[in-house]
């Protein structure tokens, strides 16, 4: 029977092994060594059509916008520009970056809050499709700029639409607290200042409600929002908007494996299993917008409209998978069982309660009465066991930040049950790399499931590591940034990026 993370065509086992596109996982791990990251073409193009899905049912053009931020490293942007989608970029690199690969301007849209005048002038003087205005601020200063440059700004402007969504705090981008946008207030104000202005063209409104949203319903709310400005718009200043951009922010089921599911507090969970089609809840906003309109006699007002998305995480996580080694192996003493109850919740005591009609504080064992009740405890355990591995959160951030989950399995044996429970941690000379939650608030599991005996050199593999990963790593501790493969589609295997050297560690470092 196939593991649960499995996914046909993709992450198979063959011969024991972890196979990532057809390929062996530790072939690659031989050749290249770890820790590596390895990303699938096929897999990157699946999560571009599947959004595409929401073509079929919306009659307004769509336009994908990948956004380069989740993971722009310029082999990925080829295959992001190959397979037809756009770009969301977020600074004069990312824009530099887009165009240096083959995007052409009118594909290209540039958020932002903290924008350069040196990136507003490449953003004018390259004619890109949109400039993403953050205040009213920097909108004069984009007028500013382009009457200079003698050009006129394709400009959209990003509202602050209250929307609160159940992700992590940290990835919640559209409440009055966060740090994005204008009121819709003061975005229908610069309609009236700016609205025949020779150098700006106000073509869009924007807005994006968070990153790993669990549920649709959001989706459904913010287009509504959207549209309601669309309309005011157009009836208080008569300026007919050509897209309206819904942002990005789809989940990744992280725990479609459930083996850990338990060990997470209820809210994260439900961040983590989240799995609901993009293209359905697209598909739904849509037609609700649409039967909206048509009671309000605004129907008009969305023919030629274009719908923007700014899909990252969605299209690239489960595309990269991160290849670690067990470089350290230690015992430790069993913890105090009550020690790890205290951090385990309420809400998840009261439901082993329920689920198993045993109280948690019944049991011996600190892997809990889920994994004993399922069969999935070694019976044997005596100590608490260790691996050290050469994945850090240098290379893999959001697990330090956010408590992000990447679930883990045994490349080498890949097949075998994955039942005996260990902690892991990275190599980094900081207590805080480790892949449980530190903190103790319980937000990721204490204990990893691993087959049994996993020893020094086994290679491990992180799933859905494709995104805000190496988008975010640096050097920490001197280490070496890692090789990135790409599997194409017709299972060749492709260098994208070499392993940092010696001399990497001290580029640009003047002594
Ligand atoms: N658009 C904007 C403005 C963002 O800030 C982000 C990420 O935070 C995205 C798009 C991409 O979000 P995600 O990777 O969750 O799809």
Redesign the pocket.
């Known amino acids: 029977m196939n593991p649960a993370w499995a996914i046909e065509n993709f992450l198979e086992v063959e011969n024991k092994h972890l196979h990532i596109g057809g390929v062996s996982a530790v072939g690659l791990t031989e050749k290249y060594g770890t820790p590596l990251f390895v990303f699938s073409e096929q897999r990157i193009k699946h999560n571009i059509n599947r959004l595409r899905r929401a073509e079929k049912v919306i009659d307004c053009r769509l336009k994908i916008c990948y ?1 380069a ?2 993971n722009s490293n310029m082999a990925i942007l080829r295959v992001v520009l190959e397979s037809g989608a756009d770009l ?1 970029v977020n600074s004069g690199g990312e824009l530099w970056k887009a165009l240096k690969i083959g995007f052409a301007p009118e594909q290209i849209i540039f ?1 932002g809050t903290s924008k350069e005048i040196w990136e507003l002038e490449d953003a004018i003087n390259a004619e890109i499709y949109a400039i993403q205005v953050d205040s009213l601020f920097e909108l004069a200063l984009i007028e500013e700029t382009a009457q200079r440059l003698g050009k006129r700004a394709n400009v959209s402007l990003r509202l602050v639409p209250e929307i609160e969504t159940k992700t992590h705090s940290g ?1 919640q ?1 559209a409440l009055l607290t966060s740090k994005f946008g204008m009121m819709p207030d003061e975005a229908l104000s610069a309609f009236h200042i700016y609205k025949d202005s020779n150098f700006l063209n106000l073509c869009g409104v924007h807005l ?1 409600i968070g ?2 949203n669990p549920e649709s319903a959001p989706y459904m709310h913010a287009i509504h929002l959207l549209f309601e400005n669309l309309v005011k718009i157009y009836n208080e200043t008569g300026t007919r908007l050509t897209h309206i951009n819904l ?4 989940p990744v089921n992280y725990l479609r494996d459930d083996s850990h599911t338990l060990h997470f507090p209820p809210a994260q969970r439900e961040m983590f299993a989240a799995d609901f089609e993009p293209s359905d809840a697209i598909a739904d906003a849509w037609i609700a917008v649409k039967t909206a309109a048509a009671r309000a006699d605004t129907a008009h007002l969305l023919e030629n409209l274009t719908l923007l998305l ?5 299209i690239i996580s489960d595309a990269g998978v991160c290849l670690t080694t067990v470089r350290n192996i230690k015992e430790r003493p069993l913890p105090d069982i009550n020690q790890s109850l205290k951090k385990i919740t309420q809400e998840t005591r009261r439901e082993y309660l329920d689920e198993y009609g045993v109280s948690l504080g019944q049991t011996r064992t600190s892997f809990g009465v889920y994994e004993v009740k399922r069969g999935l405890v070694h019976p044997n355990i005596k100590s608490v066991v260790w691996l050290l591995t050469d994945a850090g959160f240098n290379i893999l951030l959001s697990m330090e930040t956010y408590k992000w989950y990447y679930h883990l399995i045994s490349a080498e044996r890949a097949d075998e049950k994955h039942n005996f429970p260990y902690k892991l941690a990275g190599p980094l000379c900081d207590g805080g790399d480790v892949y449980f939650d530190i903190e103790g608030e319980a937000r990721l599991p204490d204990y990893r499931l691993l087959p049994d005996n996993v020893q020094p050199n086994e290679i491990l593999a992180l799933l859905n590591c494709g ?1 805000y990963s190496i988008a975010q790593m640096f050097q920490y501790n001197g280490r070496f940034l890692p090789a990135i493969v790409l599997i194409r589609e017709n299972g060749e295997t492709e260098l994208i990026r070499k392993r940092d050297g010696f001399e990497d560690l001290i580029t640009n470092e003047v002594f």
Not at 247 to 250: A, M, R, T
Not at 310 to 314: D, F, L, N, W
């Open positions: 956004a931020k989740a969301e958020n990835l981008t994006h990153s790993q942002g990005g922010g789809f700014e899909p990252g995480r969605s995104a």
